[in-house]
């Protein structure tokens, strides 16, 4: 699939687009923020890319200040969060090993405990 063409059935295109209707916490021209269905942390929010691009592993270089957008957002999104300063993680799941299950470039954005390091 072209990565510059919306997938009509990924769910993170529908979030984006409005066609499923989600609090956003962050919203601009690149990137929205929502919160994880599922969070695995007291603050799991979910930075996304409005473009739609399967994994990081697809990204190209024309993306590149796209994914430092992303870390920056997230960075923002922190501190409005409380959680700065008390530390947090940012995560981006590619492919297979990594346990990627939504196939549009997203980065968790993790805090409000203490993270004991992953496997
Ligand atoms: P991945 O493993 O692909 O990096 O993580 C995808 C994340 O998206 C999971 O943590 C999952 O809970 C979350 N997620 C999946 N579907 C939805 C949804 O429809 N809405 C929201 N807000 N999060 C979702
Ligand atoms: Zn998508």
């Known amino acids: 699939m072209n990565p510059e063409q919306k997938d009509t059935d990924c769910i993170f295109c529908k979030i984006v687009n409005g ?14 923020v929502f919160r994880d269905i ?4 007291p603050v799991h ?5 409005r473009k739609h691009i399967p994994s990081l592993a697809h990204m190209s270089d024309e993306d590149t200040a796209l994914v430092g957008k992303m870390t920056r957002v997230a960075n ?3 501190k409005e969060q409380g959680i700065a300063d008390s530390g947090y993680r940012v995560t981006i799941n590619s492919g297979a090993d990594s346990g990627q299950i939504v196939p549009h470039l997203h980065m968790h954005l993790m805090g409000g405990r203490h993270l004991r390091w992953g496997h």
């Open 19 to 32: 066609e499923v209707p989600t609090e956003l916490l962050y919203q601009d021209e690149d990137v929205v």
């Open 38 to 41: 599922n969070p695995l942390t």
């Open 45 to 49: 929010l979910l930075v996304v890319t």
């Open 76 to 78: 923002q999104v922190a």
